[in-house]
């Protein structure tokens, strides 16, 4: 189908956006990289009486380096994210998400911000924010506040997001001497959304797990860290047998629903068979 | 445009040529492509991003012309299958294809054909799971895949070969 009418308004700057968020309240949605927006506008999932397009906004884009943080803005696209050295330098984590993320015209066009604001379960970027301890900075007519990954996510297709806001960046702390990642998802085709998919991020420092951060995603209805799971393995030996006697462990962690995919219990098994296969290709792991 | 409208004035350049008009803001630029300017090589499948058969050149990137509204593509530049075609830009891909089979109904060839031309621009010599993994948001009902890897195989392997002579 063909999305419904709407007006269509394209600032320049976040001041502007904000003002037409500000004018036009509930009625206004933003458009960024448009990937899942359009196709719930197609599907008449959302009918907003306005788009506010801010592909335009320069200061919303781009990767800069800071004294303790990487700032991802809101515009960068997938693509910047998926060639850039300096992601897969500070934070590998999300490097090696980027090619599981849809296929290569979508991620020419889809956002960072765009990934996260819209806080589906299944996606990989909201899993890779929480297991890094990112802020995410939101801008809104009173100026801009931050907000903890861990605040952001709040439910199904809801975030901390409020009306009238607009997510500017977020801040990803640069990890510390000793840390690794690993990432994983299943999925029944390449580029499809996750059955289950796994974000881990921690200390392996003297061949010990410490401030493990393990999340899962596709399995909830937000991304959702496994507390337990990484109370099992937190001062244990980094090593396969800490990880498999921790697995048990997610049955608690985790209450996944049956979906498309298959049964709760399935999706349970597959997302321990998926923890235990990530968590043991984390560097310095053995 | 600080003001929202429902009715937004483009102008863009599509396969080299200014084009400008005035067009609603609720249409997609792959039925902008077909319906205002009757370039109908631009295939629409399944509008939601899914099947590649509508995938265009924005700004020098394959997008799904599906998932962008003609309003965005104010002041880029737009590649069509029309216009690689007319500059010979994928001629051997397209000889190829027809050598290899590689079409039977040809609804997702100009898909297929911008998605293989944009990978082997970045990539010069990719591994036939390379070519599978960059070209599996491009859906072929009839071929089976198999012909279609093949022919994007031959083509950088022939462009290998020449340029190593």
């Given at each position: 189908?063909?999305?419904?009418?709407?007006?269509?308004?394209?600032?320049?700057?976040?001041?502007?956006?904000?003002?037409?968020?500000?004018?036009?309240?509930?009625?206004?949605?933003?458009?960024?990289?448009?990937?899942?927006?359009?196709?719930?506008?197609?599907?008449?999932?959302?009918?907003?009486?306005?788009?506010?397009?801010?592909?335009?906004?320069?200061?919303?884009?781009?990767?800069?380096?800071?004294?303790?943080?990487?700032?991802?803005?809101?515009?960068?696209?997938?693509?910047?994210?998926?060639?850039?050295?300096?992601?897969?330098?500070?934070?590998?984590?999300?490097?090696?998400?980027?090619?599981?993320?849809a296929h290569p015209a979508i991620r020419?066009?889809?956002?960072?911000?765009?990934?996260?604001?819209?806080?589906?379960?299944?996606?990989?970027?909201?899993?890779?924010?929480?297991?890094?301890?990112?802020?995410?900075?939101?801008?809104?007519?009173?100026?801009?506040?931050?907000?903890?990954?861990?605040?952001?996510?709040?439910?199904?297709?809801?975030?901390?997001?409020?009306?009238?806001?607009?997510?500017?960046?977020?801040?990803?702390?640069?990890?510390?001497?000793?840390?690794?990642?690993?990432?994983?998802?299943?999925?029944?085709?390449?580029g499809?959304?996750?059955?289950?998919?796994?974000?881990?991020?921690?200390?392996?420092?003297?061949?010990?797990?410490?401030?493990?951060?393990?999340?899962?995603?596709?399995?909830?209805?937000?991304?959702?860290?496994?507390?337990?799971?990484?109370?099992?393995?937190?001062?244990?030996?980094?090593?396969?047998?800490?990880?498999?006697?921790?697995?048990?462990?997610?049955?608690?962690?985790?209450?996944?629903?049956?979906?498309?995919?298959?049964?709760?219990?399935?999706?349970?098994?597959?997302?321990?068979?998926?923890?235990?296969?990530?968590?043991?290709?984390?560097?310095?792991?053995? | 445009?600080?003001?929202?409208?429902?009715?937004?004035?483009?102008?863009?350049?599509?396969?080299?040529?200014?084009?400008?008009?005035?067009?609603?803001?609720?249409?997609?630029?792959?039925?902008?492509?077909?319906?205002?300017?009757?370039?109908?090589?631009?295939?629409?499948?399944?509008?939601?991003?899914?099947?590649?058969?509508?995938?265009?050149?924005?700004?020098?990137?394959?997008?799904?012309?599906?998932?962008?509204?003609?309003?965005?593509?104010?002041?880029?530049?737009?590649?069509?299958?029309?216009?690689?075609?007319?500059?010979?830009?994928?001629?051997?891909?397209?000889?190829?294809?027809?050598?290899?089979?590689?079409?039977?109904?040809?609804?997702?060839?100009?898909?297929?054909?911008?998605?293989?031309?944009?990978?082997?621009?970045?990539?010069?010599?990719?591994?036939?799971?390379?070519?599978?993994?960059?070209?599996s948001g491009?859906?072929?009902?009839?071929?089976?895949?198999?012909?279609?890897?093949?022919?994007?195989?031959?083509?950088?392997?022939?462009?290998?070969?020449?340029?190593?002579?």
């Amino acid at each position: 189908m063909k999305a419904p009418a709407f007006a269509y308004a394209r600032p320049a700057s976040i001041a502007e956006a904000l003002a037409l968020l500000e004018k036009h309240q509930d009625d206004a949605r933003v458009l960024a990289g448009g990937q899942s927006l359009v196709p719930m506008l197609n599907f008449r999932v959302a009918a907003p009486k306005v788009l506010v397009d801010v592909n335009r906004i320069a200061a919303l884009a781009g990767i800069k380096i800071a004294k303790n943080h990487v700032r991802i803005g809101a515009l960068t696209r997938h693509v910047e994210l998926e060639r850039s050295a300096d992601i897969a330098r500070h934070l590998p984590l999300i490097a090696s998400a980027m090619p599981h993320i849809a296929h290569p015209a979508i991620r020419n066009r889809g956002t960072f911000g765009g990934g996260c604001a819209l806080g589906d379960p299944a996606a990989e970027l909201p899993a890779c924010a929480l297991a890094l301890g990112a802020t995410f900075v939101v801008a809104g007519k009173r100026g801009e506040r931050r907000i903890a990954a861990q605040d952001f996510f709040r439910g199904l297709y809801a975030t901390a997001l409020k009306t009238g806001e607009l997510l500017v960046a977020a801040e990803f702390p640069l990890p510390k001497p000793g840390y690794a990642s690993a990432f994983g998802e299943l999925a029944r085709r390449h580029g499809d959304y996750a059955m289950v998919g796994v974000a881990a991020h921690g200390s392996t420092q003297g061949k010990k797990f410490s401030d493990m951060r393990v999340v899962f995603f596709g399995v909830g209805d937000r991304p959702t860290r496994a507390a337990q799971f990484e109370r099992a393995l937190d001062g244990q030996p980094a090593a396969a047998k800490t990880i498999d006697a921790a697995l048990t462990e997610l049955d608690a962690d985790l209450q996944p629903r049956a979906d498309l995919h298959g049964s709760a219990a399935t999706k349970l098994h597959l997302a321990k068979v998926l923890a235990g296969r990530v968590l043991k290709q984390m560097e310095g792991v053995s | 445009m600080k003001v929202a409208a429902e009715i937004v004035e483009v102008s863009l350049t599509v396969n080299g040529e200014r084009v400008k008009r005035s067009v609603p803001a609720r249409l997609n630029l792959a039925d902008f492509l077909r319906n205002e300017l009757e370039l109908t090589g631009t295939h629409v499948g399944c509008e939601h991003g899914v099947c590649g058969a509508c995938t265009v050149r924005v700004d020098g990137e394959i997008v799904r012309s599906c998932l962008m509204f003609a309003a965005q593509a104010d002041g880029c530049t737009v590649d069509t299958i029309e216009g690689l075609s007319d500059s010979r830009e994928i001629e051997e891909l397209q000889s190829a294809f027809v050598l290899t089979n590689a079409l039977q109904c040809g609804f997702c060839t100009p898909g297929v054909l911008m998605a293989a031309q944009a990978l082997l621009r970045d990539e010069p010599n990719p591994s036939r799971e390379r070519i599978r993994e960059y070209l599996s948001g491009n859906y072929c009902r009839c071929t089976g895949y198999q012909a279609i890897v093949d022919a994007i195989e031959a083509v950088a392997k022939a462009r290998a070969a020449r340029k190593g002579r």
